[in-house]
């Protein structure tokens, strides 16, 4: 009931009733005849944050070092978790900011006996306006969404183990909508499963309308399911009949532990991405060589596991797709890099010179595992990867956000469009994208 009283708050007249009403029963999501919950897009009936509501940090302390200024465009990293039981069903706060509390830690700053990192949040970056002149400061947006968690009637693997019910991103057909399996299929996914693709292109829109982004460094980092996803919104980078008009453009991603597609027809690759995959050689639960996923998919549907690539085969498919340079660059490894392994490292190589200035690189983890405890190696060389890596040089269509008509304008006939698509693929947030770019992109 909260976002039918926020809409009807931000409109006026008749159609703030409508909107309302509307509202009101996406809310409460339909069931049908066989008792399962028909979330479609409405994410609080996946256990998901609203746009909204999803943790967003900056830094606001404008006497400190790395302070996100409003009037200067800021870099934005999204961080994707991993598939994992982030408390009990259904608290939202778990998941995204949990991992990087625990796992991750690139927002604060640290010493790990080997090197100092100064975090994301004390982390200067510079602006350089195309037109020229003096470079800004500036700090970094750093986005912690979360994956959905199936309610009990959508489970349809309950039965299977206490993992149903984890949180999860629907990345690619092997991981992880487990509950959303087509049975008797290696390959295939309900399309009754969360659209997190939509999801997280939605997201960049709202931070765009929100906080003053910089277009040419969005970036994505995604670990185990959460690398899935990031290498499937790669794929989809700039692919207008998946997203409509509206494709928002990552310059980057990050990942440890998450592969791609199986079937390479999936992934377009239609604006080239910067992209870095880490594996460890030594990862047992997503195999460096790539394997049969039987640990969950064999638990719902017995004989029909499915198999998904390795890093090889990933960071082959990205040297194609963006057409760099055939042979790789050794460069300096990461060292240390796994501190749970001693004298760990990982080799670093390196595919420049692809497609409008993409690249692609591999760091390969030696005999560490797929829990890695990241050094602050790894962390002082991912985060300036990012930001040697902006979005390629490609021109770039800036879609005139909540211009859902493509005449230009964002009017009542916007909110109309939505409409006549309510529900597939159109929902509230669509609605608040509207009405916070009203009157807007008017030549």
């Given at each position: ?142 986005v912690l969404p ?152 064999g638990e719902c ?81 991912l985060v300036q ?59």
């Amino acid at each position: 009931m909260y976002q039918s009283i926020r809409v009807r708050l931000s409109m006026s007249g008749l159609f703030s009733v409508v909107a309302a009403c509307l509202c009101f029963s996406f809310v409460t999501s339909d069931v049908s005849a066989e008792g399962t919950i028909d979330c479609g897009y409405n994410w609080n009936c996946w256990n998901m944050y609203d746009y909204e509501d999803v943790p967003v940090w900056i830094n606001n302390d404008s006497s400190s070092p790395g302070h996100y200024d409003p009037s200067v465009p800021s870099p934005v990293l999204i961080y994707l978790h991993s598939n994992g039981p982030y408390g009990p069903l259904g608290p939202r706060e778990n998941g995204g900011v949990q991992e990087e509390d625990y796992w991750l830690r690139l927002w604060c700053e640290s010493d790990d006996g080997h090197d100092y990192y100064k975090g994301l949040k004390h982390w200067t970056v510079e602006y350089e306006p195309p037109s020229g002149g003096t470079p800004q400061e500036t700090g970094w947006i750093y986005v912690l969404p979360n994956g959905a968690a199936d309610k009990p009637a959508n489970q349809t693997c309950s039965d299977a183990g206490d993992w149903a019910g984890w949180r999860y991103w629907n990345g690619t057909p092997n991981c992880c909508a487990y509950n959303w399996y087509v049975e008797g299929s290696y390959t295939e996914v309900s399309s009754e499963a969360p659209d997190h693709l939509s999801y997280i292109n939605g997201l960049f829109g709202y931070l765009k309308l929100n906080y003053n982004v910089d277009s040419d460094r969005v970036y994505i980092y995604g670990y185990s399911n959460g690398g899935y996803m990031a290498h499937a919104l790669a794929c989809h980078n700039g692919d207008y009949a998946y997203y409509g008009a509206t494709p928002q453009a990552i310059a980057a991603i990050g990942t440890y532990a998450g592969v791609t597609y199986m079937n390479p027809e999936n992934c377009y690759g239609l604006w080239p991405t910067n992209v870095l995959h880490t594996h460890d050689i030594g990862d047992t639960e997503c195999l460096y060589n790539g394997g049969i996923d039987q640990a969950f998919a064999g638990e719902c549907y017995p004989g029909y596991p499915r198999p998904y690539p390795g890093a090889i085969a990933t960071v082959s498919s990205w040297i194609f797709l963006n057409q760099t340079e055939s042979t790789g660059h050794i460069l300096e490894p990461v060292q240390p890099f796994d501190l749970n392994v001693p004298y760990s490292t990982a080799q670093v190589i390196d595919w420049p010179d692809g497609r409008y200035g993409s690249r692609v690189q591999h760091w390969r983890g030696i005999f560490g595992s797929h829990f890695a405890s990241f050094s602050n190696n790894y962390r002082n060389r991912l985060v300036q990867w990012f930001l040697n890596n902006p979005r390629p040089d490609y021109q770039l269509y800036e879609p005139c956000l909540g211009d859902y008509d493509e005449d230009g304008n964002v009017d009542a006939n916007d909110i109309l469009s939505i409409l006549n698509l309510w529900d597939d693929p159109y929902g509230v947030d669509d609605i608040l994208v509207v009405i916070k770019a009203w009157g807007g992109c008017e030549a």
